[in-house]
């Protein structure tokens, strides 16, 4: 059973281009939750999704940034017109429908947005 | 508002000490309280899962505790090996599910 795969594991773009992060959760997980984690910070909430729609979306900054989870495919995170503020590392987790929060979350590996 | 705080930042000690890592967080309603450990350069891996209902959680040299009428949980582990260096972070729930986590502890474990 695969664990959550994030891809790239590595991604370098200049300023003002798109960056596409992609998340699959682990088999049979319908909960995604996106979070950050800048140089010598925490990790902080961004935005939580079940498959086609979005709970909670109130750690995502207000411009540049959206989140989708479609019924088919993975998750995708993607900042617009990227700055090099968002150099960060984005990490992906998932639980299972029936348990929610009361269920580990399993975290992929990250994604490393490095803006130029 | 929930905030997760966790000292000391850093820790560094020699290979076979018991020790203690701190959580506080600051919203007393929560349902869980998570432990996990980060590798350089890596993802999560969850270490252990309280549910309010208890005041503790083992697994192998790992004893987690949690006492929600003060807001702290605390992180033991026994016996401290090399391969115990990581940095440890705890994280409580917050209203929809979605988890607050500290800044974590730094844990270096030297031969």
């Known amino acids: 059973n695969a664990g959550v795969m994030q891809n790239p594991r590595h991604l370098v773009r200049r300023r003002g281009q798109e960056a596409r992060l992609r998340c699959s959760p682990m088999k049979g997980h319908s909960h995604v939750y996106w979070y950050r984690q800048l140089p010598e910070e925490g990790l902080k909430f961004m935005v939580y999704?079940?498959?086609?729609?979005?709970?909670?979306e109130s750690g995502m900054p207000k411009e540049r940034f959206s989140a989708e989870f479609p019924k088919e495919g993975p998750s995708i995170l993607r900042i617009q017109q990227v700055v090099r503020g968002d150099s960060a590392a984005y990490f992906c987790?998932?639980?299972?429908?029936?348990?929610?929060?009361?269920?580990?979350?399993?975290f992929g590996n990250g994604t490393r947005l490095t803006v130029t | 508002k929930q905030e997760v705080t966790q000292i000391p930042a850093a820790l560094s000690v020699p290979e076979g000490e018991n020790l203690v890592l701190n959580c506080s967080f600051t919203?007393?309603?929560?349902?869980?309280l998570q432990w996990f450990r980060q590798d350089p350069g890596k993802g999560l891996t969850s270490l252990l899962l309280?549910?309010?209902?208890?005041r503790e959680q083992t697994s192998g040299r790992l004893n987690a505790s949690l006492d929600k009428s003060s807001g702290r949980s605390t992180l033991y582990i026994a016996a401290s090996q090399p391969g115990d260096s990581a940095t440890y972070l705890c994280a409580a729930p917050y209203n929809t599910d979605k988890l607050i986590f500290g800044t974590g502890t730094r844990l270096q474990v030297f031969p």
């Open positions: 987790a998932s639980s299972p429908p029936s348990e929610g929060a009361n269920s580990p979350l399993h």
């Open positions: 919203d007393s309603a929560i349902y869980n």
């Open positions: 999704l079940q498959k086609e729609n979005i709970i909670d």
């Open positions: 309280i549910q309010s209902s208890q």
